[in-house]
Each structure stands twice: as C-alpha cells, then as structure tokens.
C-alpha cells in the first residue's frame, strides 16, 4: 500500500513550452501533496503545498505563476512548468500525506520527474 | 524555523558492517522523524520513522533512536548488504505542520 505514481517519468521540451506533471496516489486519499524539486546530489527542496480544492502554499523564492499546481481531487495534484527554460530542468518529486489511518501524516513519495529543457 | 544537520555526509562500510548516521535538529517542537532511502534516479523512499513518544524502534534490520534532550536521532543498519547502498536522508516535522524539513543526506556504500 502508499504508493504514489508520477508522470511522465522524464520529459524533453523545448525552451518556451510548457510541461505538465501529474501525481497521483493510487491507494490511499492523500488530502495533501507536496512539490519538490532536487538538484544532483543535494537535498530535497520544497516548492509548494497543496490542498486539495484550494490553492497551493508556495515557499519563498518560488514564483507560483510559473510553477502552476491544481489539487482538483483526493488523488491527483498536478505540478505546471510554464514557458520551461533551461534553468528550469531539474528533478521533480512530489508526495502524498495519508489522510487517515495507522499511517497518518505519514509522507510517501513518487519516483520523480526528470525534466530536461533545451 | 527548523534546521536539521545530518552526518556523515559520505560513508563506507564493509558488506555484513553496520552503518550509523546521524541527524540533529534544532526546534524542539518537533516530533516526528522519518528516514528516507533515495536510490540513484528514483524517488525517496521511507524506510522507518519515529514519532517523539517512543525511543526507538526497530525494523529487523533497521533501527532509529530518538534523544529528546538532546534532540538527536539516529538510523542503525546492521549487516549491510550492497542493495542498502544509496543516499539516505532524515528529517523532522513540527507539531501541528505540514513540512518536512531534510537533512542533507548521506551516501552510503556498502562494499562487497
């Protein structure tokens, strides 16, 4: 059980486009889910909260126009990178917290997006 | 906010060794530390957590242990095998929030 999917799992665009990555958790209610991000070899790095059916908390630094996330329901949140530049490549990793359960609170990660623009 | 340090950063082990890393943290609102195994290209993976109530805990071969006082928790591997080579992070979470604040993370391997 507390398995989180994302995609796709590596995604190639061109400068100017823009990538929409998708998060699911596929068998719990995840009422809260996370974005990440992380450059080679370092730590995780939180992006944004999100709520399902409101809007997503951003951490400093990150500009939400850019990084567009929609939690429309209890399994899905989906993270957009608008007009992606280089800069933007990185790897993406979201997670879902448990909503209920032995388990609560708990935070369960997806095997990340690695996103390449060029 | 909450600052958690984690040490080694690098570590190597001998295959059937253990392996013992390290992490502090500085709120002492926090009570709840998970640790998380990251191999190369995939997601984090949770391995064993711990919740400020309990001591320590055990997984058959993977053990945490919780210093409230000092606010210092530990992962313990014994008899390592090559397949616990990865990069394993901690971190903790204060009372009441949603986030997860990351140690650095610590490269193991594990050699045969």
């Known amino acids: 059980g507390a398995v989180v999917s994302q995609h796709p799992s590596w995604v190639i665009c061109k400068s100017g486009t823009s990538v929409k990555i998708e998060c699911r958790s596929l068998?719990?209610?995840?009422?809260?889910m996370f974005w990440y991000r992380q450059f080679p070899k370092q730590s995780l790095m939180l992006m944004a909260t999100s709520n399902e059916g409101s809007k997503a908390t951003y951490e400093q630094g990150v500009e939400k126009d850019k990084f567009l996330i929609n939690h429309a329901s209890l399994t899905l949140s989906t993270l957009t990178v608008t007009s992606a530049h280089p800069e933007d490549s990185s790897f993406y990793i979201c997670s879902a917290e448990m909503t209920s359960g032995r388990a609560r609170e708990t935070q369960y990660f997806g095997p990340g997006t690695r996103l390449l623009v060029l | 906010g909450e600052n958690v340090e984690q040490h080694p950063s690098t570590l190597s082990v001998q295959e059937g060794d253990s392996a013992v890393i390290k992490c502090t943290y500085s709120d002492s609102a926090s009570n709840y530390f998970p640790w998380y195994k990251q191999e190369l290209g995939k997601g984090p993976q949770l391995i064993i957590d711990?919740?400020?109530?309990?001591g320590e805990k055990k997984d058959q071969r993977i053990a945490v242990t919780l210093n409230k006082t000092a606010k210092h928790f530990s992962l313990h591997i014994t008899e390592t095998q090559p397949e616990d080579s990865a990069v394993y992070f901690c971190a903790a979470r204060r009372a009441g929030s949603y986030q997860l604040t990351f140690g650095k993370g610590t490269k193991l391997s594990v050699i045969p």
């Open positions: 068998d719990f209610q995840a009422t809260t």
């Open positions: 711990i919740r400020s109530n309990v």
